[in-house]
């Protein structure tokens, strides 16, 4: 194999130190070997930095172990060291001849021959942004399980409100809730006095739902707890969106170009780019981007039989605001293009197949505009007659199967 690297270095890293091979290629086809470890302490990775710049290192490879690579990855990229982050399922040593020491070597030997390929990391400031998108999704799950155990500890004292309304967190069922968690006695008049708009005209139907319910003071002071827990994390959103929108006031034009497409909204767009950043050519090409985001099938054939191609547990947090878009972009009323294409795809693969096809579209539509910087418009590829073209297509398949059918009854169709 062809040396890639002359010299470089592959770091096994831990919580607490690492281990460094510094691997040299001279005119020898056998290389050169030096081994050191150090803390994971600032001074000691800068000494580690120190290291590698004495004996002329500035391409180094480690594994994604967690977190423990980040301290050592701002270190070395501030001292001017490239730094190659690997998936752990292309470095790992065989098991029975494996420790701190000799995977290093092995890290080293592999990146050595160019068999290691680079994990997508993204500048610092798309790394800052990431990590503030990735909080409000968590704190976004935490506000819906909040409303779950909310609604659920009604539910179990008796109280159907959320059979009648449709949202237990609007304005007359917040009222009603509060009172019943903060009052002893129950008033119906006072009660029907809460409701607001339409759902006075259910008044009888929200009494029924609530009359004979059986709440204790410790039930109640359980309800009170998650409901401000629950308006603490609403206050924590709010912040987690202001520093954000302070934060990606130089993505703007990006941000207004992605909202381009159908099902794209802000916070949409905004997640988007926390995760792939604004630099398409870090990826090179929208196939490579689509299996890196996890919305490639697999290819498993052996024996040309075909196994399971289902798509990488890879995006993890970019899947799923894909997904969410792909879904409203199916049911958007000012353009059809996507919604066609589900029902095409549905018919023959599934709904959620067809679902996970679309994010793909969306995703090349998003390489490819912001490689160009042009604006979502699909009338190259989808023009008003293509429906009636679509219509006929249909139709004829749809002829075709009924008189194949009628011929096997016996019967002749001219």
Known sequence: MKVVYPVCCGVDVHKTFLVGTIISTTNGVQPHYQKKRFSTYNSDLHRFADWLH???????????????????????????????????????????????????KWIGDLFRLGLVPSSFIPPKNIRILREFTRYRYKLVSMKSSEKNRFQNAFTVCNVA???????MFGKSATAITDYLISEDSFNPEYCVSLLQRSLKKKSDSVLESIEGYSITEEQKLRMRIVRSHLDYITDAIAQVD??????????????????????????????????????????????????????????????GKKKSVRITRAGVYLKPALVQVAHAAVKASDNSYYRLKYEQISKRRGKKRAIIAIARMILTAIFQMMTTGEVWNPTDLFKVDMTESLKERQLSKAVKQATKFLEKQGLTVS
Do not use: H
């Open 54 to 104: 004495e004996n002329n290192c500035i391409d180094v490879c480690m594994e994604s172990t967690g977190k423990y690579w980040v301290p050592v990855f701002n270190i070395l990229e501030e001292r001017g060291i490239r730094v190659t982050i690997a998936n752990p399922k292309w470095v790992k040593a065989v098991k029975g001849n494996k420790d701190d020491t000799k995977d290093s």
């Open 242 to 303: 202001s520093a954000i929108d302070s934060m990606v006031t130089e993505f703007e034009n990006t941000i207004s170009l992605l909202r381009t497409i159908p099902g794209v909204d802000r916070n949409s767009a905004i997640t988007i780019i926390s995760e792939i950043g604004n630099d398409m050519s870090q990826f090179g090409s929208s196939k490579r981007l689509c299996c890196w985001a996890g919305l490639t099938p697999g290819n498993n054939e052996s024996a």
């Open 161 to 167: 409100l959320d059979s009648v309304v449709s949202d």
